[in-house]
Nanobody
Framework: QVQLVESGGGLVQAGGSLRLSCAAS????????MGWFRQAPGKEREFVAA????????KYADSVKGRFTISRDNAKNTVYLEMNSLKPEDTAVYYC????????????????WGQGTQVTVSS
């Protein structure tokens, strides 16, 4: 299994930006597909973005397309989520996740999860 540690969350005003990072250890990071998910209070965890092991393929939720960018640096064992034009509805705990195999939007197919980082967007 891989250990994942997220960072970069915080409080930001609407229209602002944040960059989340997720550092991985314990397995060959470059062989893993990575995803970002989020969970707002009282809501189910939802898919945000995912990236293939090489970085050559990405997927985004419609709600973040054009505003968020997922990327990875395999030399640093880190995946990033650049979030721009943030909205109050982006407020949630953001989790990164890892899996062996193709990238997917299905959170049940990820077998390693970080502890999450809080993102709060004020209006």
């Amino acid at each position: 299994q891989v250990q994942l540690v997220e960072s970069g969350g915080g409080l930001v005003q609407a229209g602002g930006s944040l960059r989340l990072s997720c550092a991985a250890s314990g397995r060959t990071f470059s062989s893993l597909s990575m995803g970002w998910f989020r969970q707002a209070p009282g809501k189910e965890r939802e898919f945000v973005a995912a990236i293939s092991w090489s970085g050559g393929s990405t997927k985004y939720a419609d709600s973040v397309k054009g505003r968020f960018t997922i990327s990875r640096d395999n030399a640093k064992n880190t995946v990033y989520l650049e979030m721009n034009s943030l909205k109050p509805e982006d407020t949630a705990v953001y989790y990164c996740a890892a899996r062996s195999g193709p990238l997917t939007t299905n959170n049940a197919r990820y077998d390693s999860w970080g502890q999450g980082t809080q993102v709060t967007v004020s209006s």
